[in-house]
Every structure is written in C-alpha cells, then in structure tokens.
C-alpha cells in the first residue's frame, strides 16, 4: 500500500481541470455531456485543458449515450482529430448486441490511436461474460487499464467482483490496472486498497453542489488525502 494510488477525476472545462489538479488529481478523464453519462470533447476543449495542467489527460471517444458503438467512422475522425491536437491518452469501449466486445469496432478506433495507452471504460460493467471480454482485449495495442464498478449498478452491488479481479492481477486477462468508479465512496477506499487497488474515479465526488457547479478542489483534496492515507 506504500505506492501513491491514481486518482482521476471527470472534467468537463479548463475550470474544472485546475481545480482537480489543485486538489491532488494524477488524470482527467475529459468529456462532454453527463447527462449521456460522457461523451467526446470538442478538440478545443481539448487544447484549453492541456494549456491549463500538466497532469495527464484522457479523452473519451464515445458519441452516443449507451455502449453501441454507433458510427464507427466518426469516432475513428473523433480519435484521429484530438491526435492531431496531441492527445495521447484514451478512454472507450464498445459491446456488441450479445453483450460481448464489439472488436470490429475497438480494432478500428485503437488503430488510429498510435499505440497510445487507453482505458476500456464501463461496457465491461454490462458485458456478457466479463473475464470473456477481457481474455478477447487482452492484447489490443495501448489498453491499460478497465475503469470499473464491478456491477452495472454500482460499487455497493460491485465490491466482490472487484476483489477477486484484483486479486487475479497479473493472470492471462488481468495484467490491466483495474480503475475503480461508479458509485465510489470514500469508505470503499480501505477495503480497495488493501485489496491491491491503485487507481480511483471520481466524478460526482469532486462537485459537492452538483453537475451543475464545477470541480471543487477542496473535495478532490479530501479524496487525495483518504488514498494517501
């Protein structure tokens, strides 16, 4: 538990990001439109946020509410567009009508990404067959990491599953960081992190007055101190 756990928070503007970063965020998942659970920024947005900080960025790419890919073109555009404004960090993740991955979809976009590091993002909370999923990304160029609540509802509903995928890290499948988010709470974290979890989400934790109100770098601090400690 000595090493320094990730923290990234959700950031919808400039705004947002410095006060993350003052609070003790390590990376920002950037997107657009919550009411759509997050969606691709615009490239400006983009570029004001990497001119404000210096942490890590990753950049949703996800056009629609839900997990259907949709137009795989646009997204393939989406992703080449925020290369060329120098984003080198992803997040997406798109299912299949059977639960499973949609490779065809995932293998088009991640080809566009130039071995950037990327996360598969909470499809696999819906998926099928979760350790299927993983075992058919295993070996996708860049992904990293599985931001997960371990339950479609929630890390409450989660909490088992996430434990005994951190406690499969390292096997065939499970050598991705797990990133824990969705109904995270801060007395979820001990428990986590003695389980061998490194990396939290926080998005509606950061912004006590709501969506509605930006991030509250008092409140990422308070979640900074609780995974130090």
Do not use: N
Not at 8 to 18: G, R, S, Y
Not at 124 to 152: H, M
Not at 185 to 194: E, M, Q, T, Y
């Amino acid at each position: 538990m000595s090493k320094r756990a990730v923290l990234e928070v959700i950031a919808l503007d400039a705004e947002d990001a410095i006060a993350a970063q003052a609070g003790g965020a390590d990376r920002l998942e950037l997107v657009t439109d919550m009411a759509a659970d997050g969606l691709t920024p615009s490239v400006d947005t983009f570029t004001a946020i990497r001119r404000a900080v210096d942490i890590r960025l990753r950049v949703m790419l996800r056009l629609a509410d839900g997990f259907d890919a949709g137009d795989v073109s646009a997204l393939v555009r989406a992703a080449r567009e925020m290369r060329a404004a120098g984003a080198d960090e992803f997040v997406l993740g798109f299912l299949d009508e059977h639960g499973g991955p949609d490779l065809a979809a995932v293998e088009r976009i991640v080809a566009e990404l130039d071995g950037c590091r990327w996360t598969f993002h909470r499809a696999i909370d819906r998926a099928a067959d979760r350790d299927a999923l993983r075992k058919q990304l295993a070996d996708l160029p860049g992904l990293d990491t599985y931001l997960t609540a371990g339950s479609a509802d929630g890390v409450d509903a989660g909490l088992d599953v996430l434990l005994a995928e951190a406690a499969a890290s390292g096997e065939p499948g499970y050598e991705q960081q797990i990133l824990v988010g969705g109904g995270l709470r801060l007395d979820h974290v001990p428990g986590l992190r003695a389980a061998g979890v490194s990396a939290f989400h926080i998005g509606g934790a950061s912004r006590p007055e709501g969506w509605g109100a930006p991030v509250s770098a008092e409140a990422v601090g308070v979640w900074r101190a609780a995974l130090d400690g």
